[in-house]
């Protein structure tokens, strides 16, 4: 981790660094102490973007404009910024907005710039990363990707420089990274507390060394921090010299596509670049195989789905050709990345794909499952799920309304509305803007909050016939899991032999969930009726309680039923039962997702009115039908031996 870092402050054309771990490993503590070691920097002092005078092209308009209209620039020497963007932050403070001070002064227009326009030639941290809504994860992409923010909205029109080191922390607990935000973060670390009751003791004796006396504590280190800093100095000024040869490029290139399949070019630059910041670090005239070893191991774990990287790589490069780096070595690394290929193959075999079966790929699997329609309802909660209006003055602001007593004042709009209207209430030319009440607008944001998932599970007989436990379980722990990232609350009931019970009420401890889940077994007949009307039940309770309520049904049956509501087990009507409350629950618009547990289930493109009465051997597919009455997505177990949980009917 402090090797990242520091390769950062080296080059920061690598582009940042995410570091990965549960809370107190120390991933804050450090990335805070990064700015100490880089050189201060030169820039135009009144400007809001610190524009280096030595790098035209990543100027500001204002500062290009005054240079060609002659004019001396004043520049300044400061230390470089360090920003953090807070996970509540709106999208004016990130991306800047209308200088409403300016506008009430003096009546001009002006820009106000935003948390990217401040971290420009500096470092971006933001805590718990993988937290951040989707409109702020937008902004910092674009900027990431160009190193320019283009800003349009408030009546302005502005483009400027947001060149940074992006420092992001997770704790995967806490639910993954979009990908195409991890694909433009550098490096990759996980971060690991010690186990080793002598260093554990150190650090909390350097602690409350530092509670007591910071300042005493920090000249005890001075030091070793200026000795530090000096070899990133050193290092910043070998960089340009280190010899990146053809055959380095090779190698990397053979690495990352071959060996790692990784889509895209980004890898092979950014593992280009890591070796050489390594090997201006470690002081070779040029990359060595040790130097891409440790970059690719710092490069590519987020990129690389690849179980065995850093084995995987070591036994690569020491079968790589020896010698002097030279171009004639195409051929002989193709021979042994084809050999190596093979053998690495037949050692992982099926074994290798079980394992990925069990973790992040069934959570990727059941995202697609949840989907949620927005309404008109105002929430104050929030969660990471379905987009609201939200009554928080935290969120995305997406229009402004005229209302009393106004909470949230939407300023440009506010101005916009009186604009009209100042040479009829007196105000002179410069002179301040003349706000009434009618002006007043408030501002319409919305957020994402969070749902109540509700699972009802067929505990019946026909699942163990079929061996489906352990398949179902993995499924409802993959949506356990996503349930947790996203914030949700989850509850279960199970239906067995003439009841439905609830297994779990509504709740957000997961540790309880998971251990209900655990805990599950079958037997006995199919109640199917029963268990609907119990989840319908259920989810009217929770809206009752709480109008905002989100529920979502879950359904895991094969759509088997042999009992009617009132538990007669010789009756002709468990079918037309299940489906009449099925019809109940698309009635109450209450969202609807069902999983047919029987892989073999046939989908025809058209059945029968879902209502008919008929017995329910005679149906093709009584998932599918159930799945019609209830208005409700589709979904069936994949075959045994598929390489995909689900199966989209």
Request: aromatic fraction near 4%.
């Amino acid at each position: 981790m402090r090797l990242a870092l520091l390769l950062n402050a080296i080059d920061p054309s690598i582009c940042g660094v995410l570091l990965c771990g549960k809370r107190g490993t120390g991933k804050s503590t450090l990335a805070r102490a990064l700015t100490t070691l880089f050189p201060l920097i030169t820039g135009v002092a009144d400007c809001p973007y610190c524009c280096d005078p030595d790098a035209p092209q990543w100027m500001c308009e204002t500062c290009l404009l005054r240079i060609e209209h002659g004019e001396q620039l004043p520049l300044a020497t400061r230390p470089v910024p360090f920003v953090t963007l807070p996970l509540n932050a709106s999208e004016d403070r990130i991306a800047g907005s209308f200088d409403i001070a300016s506008a009430l002064e003096s009546g001009t227009r002006r820009f106000s710039p935003g948390l990217l326009a401040t971290a420009n030639r500096g470092v971006l941290y933001v805590d718990e990363l993988n937290l951040l809504n989707d409109h702020s994860v937008d902004l910092l992409l674009d900027a990431a990707a160009t190193g320019i923010h283009h800003v349009e909205r408030d009546a302005i029109s502005i483009t400027h420089p947001a060149r940074f080191v992006l420092i992001g922390t997770m704790n995967p607990e806490e639910g993954q990274l979009r990908p195409q935000l991890l694909d433009r973060i550098g490096l990759f670390v996980e971060a690991e507390d010690f186990r080793d009751p002598t260093m554990r003791t150190l650090i909390v004796e350097r602690r409350l060394a530092y509670d007591a006396n910071p300042a005493h504590f920090a000249a005890q280190w001075a030091d070793s921090e200026q000795t530090l800093r000096e070899h990133v100095q050193h290092a910043r000024e070998q960089l340009t010299s280190i010899h990146v040869s053809p055959y380095v490029r090779q190698v990397i290139a053979y690495l990352v596509d071959r060996q790692l399949h990784t889509t895209g070019h980004r890898a092979d630059i950014v593992v280009t670049r890591t070796a050489r910041a390594i090997a201006a670090w470690e002081g070779h005239d040029e990359i060595t195989r040790a130097d891409i070893e440790q970059a690719i191991a710092l490069a590519m774990p987020h990129r690389s789905n690849n179980a065995r990287l850093t084995q995987r790589i070591t036994q690569m490069l020491e079968q790589l050709p020896g010698g002097a780096y030279d171009t004639d070595r195409p051929q002989e690394l193709a021979t042994i990345d084809t050999d190596i290929d093979e053998r690495t193959d037949e050692r992982e075999g099926a074994a290798g794909v079980t394992r990925t079966l069990h973790g992040e790929q069934d959570v990727a699997q059941v995202q697609e499952l949840i989907h949620i329609i927005r309404d008109r309802q105002w929430r104050s909660e929030s969660g990471r799920h379905f987009i609201s209006l939200t009554t928080r003055r935290s969120g995305r602001s997406t229009r402004t309304r005229s209302t009393h007593p106004v909470t949230d004042i939407a300023f440009p709009a506010t101005i916009a509305a009186a604009a009209p209207y100042q040479r009829s209430r007196g105000r002179v030319h410069g002179g301040k803007v003349r706000l009434q009440v009618e002006d007043l607008r408030q501002k319409v944001r919305e957020r994402k909050t969070r749902s109540l998932l509700i699972f009802v599970i067929d505990g019946s007989d026909s699942v163990m016939a079929r061996q489906l436990m352990v398949r179902m379980k993995r499924i409802l722990l993959a949506l356990l899991q996503h349930a947790y990232e996203k914030r949700d609350r989850v509850a279960m009931l199970v239906f067995r032999f003439a009841q439905g019970r609830i297994v779990l009420p509504p709740t957000r401890n997961f540790m309880h969930a998971r251990k209900v889940i655990d805990e599950l077994y079958v037997g006995g007949c199919t109640p199917l009726a029963t268990g609907l009307l119990e989840g319908l039940r259920l989810a009217e309770t929770e809206r009752m309680r709480d109008p905002t309520v989100r529920p979502l049904l879950i359904i895991l049956t094969d759509g088997l039923a042999n009992i009617d509501l009132s538990g007669n087990m010789r009756s002709v009507t468990p079918q037309r039962d299940a489906l009449h409350v099925a019809q109940e629950i698309a009635t109450r618009r209450i969202p609807t997702v069902l999983i047919d547990t029987n892989p073999y289930a046939p989908t025809p493109a058209s059945t029968q009115p879902p209502l008919e009465d008929k017995p329910l051997e005679s149906s093709l597919a009584p998932g599918y039908d159930l799945a019609l009455a209830l208005d409700a997505d589709y979904y069936r177990l994949s075959p045994p031996h598929s390489a995909m949980l689900l199966q989209r009917g």
